[in-house]
């Protein structure tokens, strides 16, 4: 199946025909829906915050930041912006030259609000000799949406985000990139001042970071009285997975090369394994808001911190017990307990257990990862949400789900993924070090059952693409998980280039 040639792309990817062999396997087989109990819920499965629960737990956050301990801010921030402007690569591509439908009408007329509009007219008039004014009342728009994505201009269709203007500020605008700056010194800098951030970005885009990272990360320090440490990765080409014609052998280009596709964000899980801290906070590079609004943004977050703190604390008085070896009949009930209540971690088997058994079952399920995510109300945005789900062990807990997982021709399944009531903003903090500080091997923790597969193209053909178990999803699927219901205010995505167009996003 493979060539000489093959084996030494193989060779120089880091990929062995063993990890390849699987995933055509996996082409020929897919992937099983997982089993669902039901959709989490503030009834079961989703921690209610109360305003003294709140209190309570911002200051047991606080507390643990003055505590000799290590947080880092964790972004993925590796992906180009090109979807962000669809619309309006469209709009470049069409007949027409006026915006016509609704989106370019909204895009045209808000203009002014965007963060970016003076850029944007600056390099209107370097490159056209004219502002935007001049070229709008001449009925240029394409010179406009052309000077703001294409490389003559700001390039903004294949930027990342993170490089992306995004709002004003009171010292003018910022991008992207430095809202997480802003952010990690408000909710999660340690009691010695220091901030720590990790972000994951392309190889192409890694020297515009560095060099946004050197113009600004002075001024940040300063504002705040905060020394960053500042670091970055990149999706590692090991992560690739193969692509697929469409009888499950490997596809090959028109020169009869393999084929491989990037393996999604759940190749990241490599990447934050090689993170060292205590507390790992993961949050999307989009979803930003400017620094008068805020407030909520880092309320939720420490809220979230404070549970994973108490809920560790918890976890490591017990795994200290166990470990003992003594214990009573009513404490190993009350560890029960707590992972039923609290862990929201049920298996039905666990009545047929003694003393000895019950033991090992727990101290296997409180010896792992532990992660608290916020999860929002629905309001229709696309993506997955929070359910009770099956694991291989027949254990039931909290997992984060996308469509793709749930049985389409199966109608309870179909009902509680509609039914829904929250949804995934992508808004995580993680514990990834056991009772005596060593770090958890995160790759031991991924459920390698939950890819996903796809149909793709290239070069007219078409190919089937496999994606990794999701970061949020399969990739964390042997968690401790527990989801708390966080205000809607902290999810505010920039999909389009028009949401930077709503109140949240606008100084």
């Given amino acids: 199946m493979f060539t000489q040639q093959d084996l030494e792309v193989l060779a120089k990817r880091g990929i062995s025909v063993e990890k390849v062999e699987e995933q055509l396997k996996c082409f020929e087989t897919g992937f099983p829906y997982l089993k669902l109990k039901s959709a989490a819920s503030t009834d079961y499965g989703i921690l209610s915050v109360d305003e003294d629960s709140i209190r309570y737990y911002q200051d047991l956050w606080q507390k643990y930041l003055q505590a000799d301990k290590s947080v880092l801010k964790f972004v993925p921030a590796s992906g180009a912006a090109s979807r962000m402007f669809k619309n309006l690569f469209e709009f470049l591509d069409a007949e027409y030259s006026e915006p016509t439908n609704d989106f370019e009408k909204k895009f045209f007329a808000g203009l002014k609000d965007f963060a970016f509009y003076p850029e944007l007219d600056a390099v209107c008039q370097q490159n056209e000799g004219k502002n935007i004014d001049a070229l709008i009342a001449e009925g240029n728009y394409k010179a406009v949406v052309s000077n703001l994505l294409l490389e ?7 930027l990342p985000k993170g490089l992306l203007t995004f709002h004003r500020s009171q010292a003018g605008v910022r991008k992207a990139f430095e809202e997480h700056l802003e952010e990690g010194a408000i909710y999660a800098a340690n009691g010695k001042g220091e ?46 997975t193969i692509a697929a014609a469409m009888d499950n052998t490997p596809f ?56 994973l703190v108490s809920l560790q604390q918890k976890i490591f008085s017990y795994l200290q017990l166990l470990e003992g070896g003594k214990y009573t009949h009513e404490q190993l009930l009350d560890m029960l307990y707590f992972t039923q209540k609290n862990l929201f971690v049920k298996n039905p088997e666990v009545k047929q257990l003694d003393d ?152």
């Fill in 152 to 158: 003559k201009g700001l390039n903004y269709g294949q």
């Fill in 195 to 240: 901030v720590n951030l990790h972000f994951t970005v392309s190889p192409d885009h890694l020297p515009l970071f560095e060099a946004l990272v050197a113009e600004k990360k002075a001024a940040y320090e300063q504002r705040y009285g905060v020394v960053y440490n500042i670091s970055f990765s990149v999706q590692k080409a090991s992560t690739d």
């Fill in 252 to 307: 090959r280009d028109e020169k009869g090369n393999l084929v491989f596709r990037p393996g999604g964000h759940g190749a990241l899980i490599e990447n934050l394994n090689e993170q060292d801290a205590d507390v790992i906070f993961i949050k999307n590079i989009d979803n930003v808001v400017p620094e008068k609004k805020k407030s909520v943004t880092v309320t939720y977050k420490q809220v979230i911190g404070g549970v």
């Fill in 356 to 507: 000895t058994e019950l033991a090992l079952y727990l101290k296997k399920k409180f010896n792992r990862p532990l992660r608290v995510c916020g999860m929002v109300k629905n309001v229709g945005e696309p993506g997955g949400g929070p359910f009770i789900a099956q694991n291989a062990d027949g254990t039931y807990q909290d997992q984060i789900l996308e469509s793709s997982q749930i049985d389409s021709n199966n109608p309870e399944s179909v009902a509680m993924f509609k039914e829904g009531t929250h949804f995934n903003p992508v808004d995580l903090v993680c514990a990834t070090r056991d009772r005596f500080g060593k770090p958890y091997d995160l790759l031991k923790f991924v459920d390698p059952r939950t890819g996903f597969i796809s149909q793709k193209s290239k070069g007219g053909k078409e190919l089937k693409a496999l994606e990794l178990p999701g970061l949020w999803n399969g990739a964390m699927s042997d968690w401790n998980t527990v989801f708390v219901d966080v205000d809607i205010l902290t999810f505010n995505p920039v999909k389009t280039v028009n949401d930077l167009l709503r109140p949240m996003h606008q100084f």
